[in-house]
């Protein structure tokens, strides 16, 4: 088939979950013989050539703005893809969904993962949310199938809608790294420290971990790796907290080994998140066999499953503290929790199970034959008549 990925930065993969679900689904497509196109906008994505992994890149410009950038990009994207001849186009964020009928002119297949609740973040003005809670309506429609990340999250859709999206979760593959040049950079031990990860903006509450984390008594190091454009003010108000306290490290944006390497070593791993659905980096976190301790939101219960610690998260800091110096005082049920979290992920996160989730889905969307090998993938996950 011919699959067009739209809706992302684009890859390589360099900023966030759904940039990895696209890399890691569309390269794992390609090497199962489809022609799969990447669509990449070129103020982020810098990798040269058209070509990464299998996959053929279409690079288009976009409105560099908080509000514009996707929609616009997406736009110019289908209208791309009129051309194609594409059988699926797989759309990914919500907020996507009123461009998604464009390709269905000319007979592509159209679905729309949209993630989680994307109105819930702090980051968006009243308007945007009124735009998104439209955009997650007009996913029913729009495209011939929406889907999300999350039994929860398809609860809601339900429960809101009246229809049942399938759900289709992210993988968790990842190469576990030795110590080396990153840990090294950031003067960091294996084993030494807690670990964060994320964009940082208000509603990743990254200043639950920060605060927590300046009450405990240690020599090991809080590692907070991620950043966010148009977010400079709440990254102010992190190093305000984290001042005259040289145990938390600051490190901006990290990815592919420096990432991998990150977590593959730390002692426990932070998931403060308490919006939006499955947190790819959680899972990941998981698949490196870190102790995870989450914000007690339903998702990210959903997602460590009983194996890892959580907090409640409207208390904040004052939650999340005494489970942090639980964990620092407490290695061997941490070692314990580290080899439940590498189990569960192997088992239930998987990026080749989830490319079969996908690619089951994209030949019943083009009408296809499904072949033998994917006739055993769950139903519920790929059926088409969700609605």
Request: contains cysteine; charged residues 20%; glycine residues 8%.
């Given at each position: 088939m011919?699959i067009a990925?739209l809706?992302?930065?684009?890859v390589?993969?360099s900023?966030?979950g759904?940039?990895t ?8 497509l390609?090497k ?21 992994l299998?996959?053929?890149l279409v ?7 908080k ?6 990009h997406?736009?110019?994207?289908s ?9 699926v186009?797989l ?27 994307d109105?819930k ?10 735009y998104?809670r ?5 996913a029913?429609?729009?495209p011939?199938l ?6 929860l ?8 809608t ?7 979760v992210?993988?968790s ?7 080396g040049e990153?840990?090294?950079?950031y ?9 964060f ?8 509450n990254?200043h ?6 300046t009450k ?9 790796v991620g ?7 709440y990254?102010?108000e992190l190093r305000e907290?984290?001042?005259g306290?040289e145990?938390?490290v ?5 990815f592919g080994?420096?990432?991998?390497e990150?977590g593959?070593?730390a ?19 998981m ?6 301790i989450?914000n007690?939101t ?13 907090y409640?998260g409207?208390?904040?800091?004052d939650a999340?503290?005494p489970?942090l ?12 929790f580290?080899e ?11 990026w080749?199970?989830?490319?079969d989730q996908?690619e ?7 009408r296809?034959p499904?072949p033998?090998?994917?006739a055993?993938v769950?139903?519920?996950?790929c ?5």
């Open positions: 011919k990925l809706g992302t930065r684009g390589p993969a900023y966030s759904f940039e679900c696209v890399e890691q689904l569309g390269q794992r390609a199962r013989g489809h022609d799969v196109t990447v669509y990449c906008r070129t103020h982020h994505i810098t990798h040269p050539g058209n070509e990464y299998g996959m053929r690079k288009l410009p976009t409105i560099r703005n509000y514009l950038d996707t929609l616009f997406s736009l110019l994207s209208i791309h893809a009129l051309k194609e001849g594409y059988h186009g759309y990914f964020i919500a907020g996507n969904s009123p461009v998604t009928w464009i390709p269905r002119l000319i007979g592509t297949q159209t679905a729309l993962n949209v993630d989680g609740l109105w973040r702090d980051k968006w003005n009243s308007l945007a949310k009124k998104i439209f955009a997650e309506w007009l029913q429609f729009a011939d929406y889907l999300t990340d999350s039994p999250v398809q609860a809601y859709y339900k429960d809101k009246g229809t049942a999206p399938p759900y289709i992210y993988g593959d990842i190469e576990k790294l030795p110590p990153t840990l090294s950079l003067g960091l031990e294996a084993n030494r420290y807690i670990l990860v994320g964009r940082l903006v208000p509603e990743n990254a639950h971990l920060v605060e927590a984390f405990t008594d240690t020599d090991m190091k809080c590692v907070i950043d966010a454009p148009y977010a400079e003010a990254q102010q907290l984290a001042k306290d145990r938390i600051f490190t901006g944006y990290v080994e420096g990432y991998r990150l593959s070593n002692y426990a791993y932070v998931a403060t998140t308490g919006v939006g659905g499955t947190h790819p980096a959680l899972i990941e976190a698949a490196m066999g870190n102790c995870c989450v007690d339903p998702v990210n219960l959903q997602t460590i499953d009983g194996h890892g610690l959580s409640h409207p208390d904040g800091a999340l503290a489970v110096n639980h964990v620092l005082n407490h290695p061997g049920e941490v070692q314990n580290c439940q979290a590498t189990a569960h992920a192997a088992k239930v996160y998987s080749e199970r989830v490319t996908y089951k889905l994209c030949y019943e969307l083009a296809q499904v033998e090998r994917l055993d769950e139903s519920k996950v059926q088409t008549d969700a609605r």
